[in-house]
């Protein structure tokens, strides 16, 4: 009669639990991104439903610096305004960006309300092999009455 050894019953049963405490530590992990994602997912279709509807608003007058500090994301932000006034003399910044269209650079410019404030303006995508300055409209000091969406600063 033979007799198992004592040690090799205790291998599998250690195995077993450690097989089992990770299982339970992945399922805890999966079920936590599951979470995460139908939150964003909520995020998302109200960031979405939100736009949506503030952008086939007709325009409002844009704010101007004594309402800057009551402006939010949640209220504010996408929101169509219109303003008048001149595009100022100076250089135009052009910011780096990747779309659909392929990489170029976003043209912003300060303009000048009839109000008497200033805001820069994002007046367009131009592709990269033509950031030239001889390719853009010159707008400077001409009379220009614009609609566009009302977009806050970006944190970093």
């Excluded at 007799?3 to 639990?17: E, K, M």
């Excluded at 939100?50 to 608003?57: G, L, M, S």
């Excluded at 004594?66 to 910011?95: C, F, H, K, M, N």
């Excluded at 990489?103 to 994002?122: E, Q, S, Y």
């Amino acid at each position: 009669m033979t007799f198992p050894d004592a040690g090799q019953g205790r291998r599998p049963r250690a195995a077993h639990v450690a097989f089992v405490a990770a299982a339970c530590v992945l399922a805890f992990i999966f079920a936590g991104l599951g979470i995460w994602q139908m939150q964003r997912r909520a995020w998302k279709l109200d960031l979405i439903a939100r736009v949506e509807a503030r952008i086939h608003a007709p325009p409002a007058a844009a704010p101007g610096p004594a309402e800057w500090g009551r402006i939010s994301a949640a209220t504010d932000e996408y929101r169509r305004v219109a303003l008048q006034g001149r595009y100022l003399p100076g250089p135009e910044t052009l910011t780096m960006a990747v779309t659909e269209r392929g990489p170029g650079f976003w043209v912003l410019a300060a303009f000048r309300t009839d109000a008497g404030f200033t805001v820069l303006v994002n007046r367009g995508f131009l592709p990269e092999g033509r950031r030239g300055p001889d390719e853009r409209r010159k707008v400077v000091g001409q009379a220009a009455s614009l609609t566009g969406l009302l977009r806050l600063s970006e944190p970093g």
